[in-house]
């Protein structure tokens, strides 16, 4: 008999929680189909179900006959009806919408809706209870406490009355979180406060000093995306000293922590001046060379650091590795804003080799078989897809890829997700998948396809250039746009570097002839040749340029714990903000020379 999704986690020992996702797992096909028909009988009076005429069925093959594939424009209107309207008729669910969720919008330009019930929350639980168990096999933590970088998100009230904010806020503000905790990680270094502190930068220096005054306790380190991770340790080398201030005088920053219900909790764990502690942190930080191993340097109990590295994350990864260390890195589960989707079952290996294990009963899973056309699909763009029809989880080929299609128990009913992700093996009969990209477009100009994989290939390949030459310098962060302003049109990419590059104007010539050639699409190569396509522009940023860009984003509504920076700044109205902000803090630009 299949077991029920979102069980609560009891007090399950991590071999009990192990031994169920073993049971799951084992007859994946068997599970899927409980769940589908889960999902089906609990919503068969959902009006958008009634409307296809499922007449009650929950077979899988009558559910893929009767129920279209989705995307999220499909589901919009309804969802509309429920966020802005307050109907709270079972338009899409018979199960009651507790909040809306909403995505980043740093990807698309544009925020989407979702619903949010009590059963997307256990789905959540019960994955992060998985991760953990496995992690915890791995790595032991007795005990002990985890750094999180980890914030709550703004909160509004949608035209129907309903609270909406991003997924993890939904989670971290669930009636059931606190107790649901202590099984799927360490207890947080900082207080409540802190991680509902209204205050970015307040919030990340008090997750810092917490962090300082409790680093004997710290067992783990961890933040949503390897973004925040490394923007939190580029922040600590800035006000490192300040912090050592705070613990000196036993009192937090007066002009860094302002909201007085974090300045209470906050000095509630300085206790009293602690001078002896300042030092040895102080002596520390003046011991690195270049903040390199910065994290066991001032957390030498720490066990690991996780967070998610996949997709855009992986740019990230070798900063992450310079403050991490000779700890572990540690790849956190594959989930969306739409719903969790698999756990991370072998977390000793490497980011680069990651791979995430799909758990059957917390959503009915498909997946459109991929191909291309004569292309590496690497760095496949959507446009040079073929399509198949769906296939079960169980029925994926290792080593091929698919996009995702979710079924849930929110009210998403064959939803396409966008994710492109290749089958890299089974974990008894579930697939475990690689995360490769968003199937959305990121760069074409004339008939030139190229992908946000296709980008990170080409920056990566430069990068390298830049490294080798003399001043050592590396590449901060990224973004692109296609510019059509004038004709031809050409790609445009802004690079924000390490340090000023004086006096590496040649270097720089070369990187960005390099990334030119690395863009091996045959659509964008040929229209280069026929100069369809203007050559590459290269342009050098000042230093923090990427910091305005986030904090452009944060003025907007984008929650930081679910910031990701877009690849490619696409025509929008929030890109209009973001283009002039890139344009202004442009200090040097180079042109391709590589088809001349």
């Known amino acids: 008999m299949a077991e029920k999704q979102g069980d609560e986690c009891g007090s399950f020992s991590a071999e009990e929680v192990i031994a169920k996702f073993e049971r799951l797992t084992r007859d994946a096909a068997a599970v899927q189909r409980e769940t589908l028909r889960r999902i089906l009988a609990d919503n068969a009076g959902a009006e958008y179900l009634r409307g296809l005429g499922l007449g009650g069925r929950t077979d899988p093959d009558s559910f893929r006959a009767c129920v279209p594939l989705a995307t999220h424009a499909d589901m919009e209107p309804y969802i509309a009806r429920i966020a802005d309207e307050g109907d709270t008729s079972h338009v899409l669910t018979a199960t009651p919408v507790t909040s809306i969720s909403l995505s980043s919008g740093t990807t698309q330009g544009k925020r989407k809706y979702l619903l949010f019930n009590d059963d997307l929350f256990k789905c959540a639980m019960q994955t992060g209870q998985t991760s953990f168990a496995f992690r915890n096999r791995a790595f032991p933590v007795e005990d002990g406490k985890s750094l999180q970088f980890i914030y709550a998100s703004r909160q509004f009230k949608t035209k129907g009355g309903l609270t909406a904010t991003t997924a993890t806020t939904n ?152 403050y991490a260390g000779a700890l572990p890195l540690v790849a956190l589960d594959y989930g969306a804003t739409e719903g969790m989707i698999a756990a991370n079952v072998e977390p000793r290996e490497p980011p680069e080799s990651a791979t995430f294990a799909v758990l059957p009963n917390i959503a009915y899973f498909e997946f459109i078989p991929l191909s291309l056309r004569g292309c590496d699909v690497a760095g496949a763009a959507d446009a040079r897809y073929t399509e198949a029809d769906p296939v079960g989880l169980t029925d994926v080929a290792v080593g091929e890829h698919y996009e995702v299609v979710m079924t849930t128990f929110a009210g998403l009913y064959r939803y396409r997700l966008g994710d492109v992700v290749k089958v890299a093996g089974l974990y008894n009969s579930t697939p475990k998948l690689k995360v490769v990209c968003r199937r959305n477009l990121v760069l074409s100009i004339n008939i030139d396809k190229n992908s946000e994989h296709d980008l990170q290939l080409a920056v990566d390949s430069a990068a390298k250039v830049l490294a080798a030459g003399a001043g050592r310098l590396e590449v901060v962060d990224y973004t692109s746009h296609a510019d059509v302003s004038r004709d031809p049109g050409h790609y445009v990419v802004f690079w924000e570097l390490s340090a000023e590059p004086d006096g590496d104007g040649h270097v720089l010539q070369s990187c960005c002839d390099e990334l030119d050639r690395a863009f091996t699409d045959p659509g964008y190569v040929g229209s280069r040749k026929a100069r369809a396509i203007g050559p590459l522009e290269l342009r050098v940023l000042r ?54």
């Open 543 to 596: 230093r923090g340029t990427f910091q305005k860009v986030l904090r452009h984003y944060l003025s907007l509504g984008s929650p930081v714990n679910q910031f990701k920076l877009p690849r490619c700044v696409a025509p929008s109205s929030s890109a209009a903000g973001v283009l002039e902000i890139l344009a202004a803090n442009a200090v040097e630009a180079f042109f391709s020379t590589a088809y001349d």
């Open 171 to 322: 989670v971290y503000r669930h009636r059931d979180f606190k107790a649901h905790m202590r099984h799927t990680q360490s207890e947080c270094c900082s207080p409540s406060e802190v991680l509902f502190c209204p205050d970015f930068a307040e919030s990340l220096y008090c997750h810092l000093l917490c962090g300082l005054v409790l680093a004997d306790d710290v067992r783990t380190v961890s933040a949503t995306f390897a973004h925040s991770l490394v923007l939190a340790f580029r922040t600590f080398e800035r006000v490192w000293e300040e912090l050592c201030a705070d613990i000196r005088h036993g009192v937090p920053s007066p002009t860094r922590v302002t909201s007085p219900a974090v300045r209470r909790a906050v000095s509630a764990l300085l206790v009293a001046p602690n001078p002896a502690l300042a030092d040895e942190v102080a002596r520390r930080c003046r011991g690195l060379v270049n903040w390199r191993g910065v994290i066991p340097a001032l957390w030498p109990r720490a066990r690991y650091v996780s967070s998610i590295v996949t997709g855009s994350m992986e740019h990230y990864v070798k900063k992450l590795r310079h």
